[in-house]
């Protein structure tokens, strides 16, 4: 059942990242996250995301802007650094809390508070009727690099920020999605950078057979995406997987997942 899930949410969130301003690792951390630890669901995540992305990017990197990568990309990277060494950082901290309900123990972890309040964040860009319009002008563009890039680092979530700075770039449909694969990229390399250690430490507790079948399912779903482009209406679903991550980061901040 955790193999189809896991595909199943693979496929689906790679093809809404084409038109959404969240997609796969926004689906994938909490997905993960109900059958791994948060620490590993974010690596596995990780892994996955970029190997799209490179796939997205042969699709349609070509598209992209350069000039817009440069502006937002490279703080974006710089900033994802910061946020992934800050996630090492905070997998090592105490138990900030404990309580008990009926039969069943929880702990209150940094990791999971901060995780979970981050997600909660980006699923307010959703809910909010003025985030979900919120616009920047383009001089802004480093700053939505230095929130995309960390928040990125810290919990593999930027795609909302992302997409709510680029949006004011006056791009086509096609290079802004194709901007946004070129950024997501860089910001996936310096996070896995920070992440190697921790890949080593845990490869022994990864499912590489599911690994791959969730990779797979990406890029399925990205390839029939780009066919839909033009054609598929995301709100319902994009309402779904709203509800999907307020629900999981309250349970995330409470310490019961």
Do not use: W
Request: charged letters at 10%.
């Amino acid at each position: 059942m955790d193999y189809f899930i896991i595909c199943l949410a693979a496929l689906i969130g790679s093809g809404l990242t084409l038109f959404s301003g969240f997609g796969l690792g926004t689906i994938l951390v909490p997905v993960f996250g109900l059958f791994f630890p948060i620490e590993i669901a974010i690596i596995l995540t990780a892994i996955v995301h970029f190997l799209n992305n490179l796939f997205k990017l042969f699709l349609l990197g070509k598209n992209a802007n350069g000039s817009v990568v440069f502006r937002f990309g490279i703080p974006a990277i710089l900033f994802a650094f910061l946020g992934a060494y800050l996630l090492s950082l905070l997998n090592d901290m105490p138990t900030l809390a404990a309580y008990t309900l009926g039969n069943h123990h929880f702990e209150i972890m940094p990791i999971k508070l901060i995780i979970g309040v981050v997600l909660l964040f980006f699923s307010l860009f959703e809910v909010i009727p003025s985030l979900a319009n919120l616009q920047f002008d383009k001089k802004y563009l480093p700053i939505g690099g230095i929130l995309s890039g960390f928040f990125g680092g810290l919990s593999g979530n930027q795609g909302a920020l992302r997409a709510a700075f680029l949006i004011r770039a006056n791009l086509s449909k096609q290079s802004f999605i194709a901007t946004g694969v070129v950024i997501a990229c860089l910001v996936d390399i310096s996070r896995l950078s920070i992440y190697s250690k921790e890949i080593i430490n845990h490869y022994n507790n990864f499912d590489y057979t599911l690994l791959t079948l969730a990779t797979l399912s990406a890029f399925i779903g990205a390839y029939f995406g780009n066919k839909l482009l033009e054609k598929v209406t995301i709100k319902t679903i994009q309402n779904l997987v709203t509800v999907m991550l307020i629900l999981f980061s309250i349970l995330l901040i409470l310490g019961m997942i």
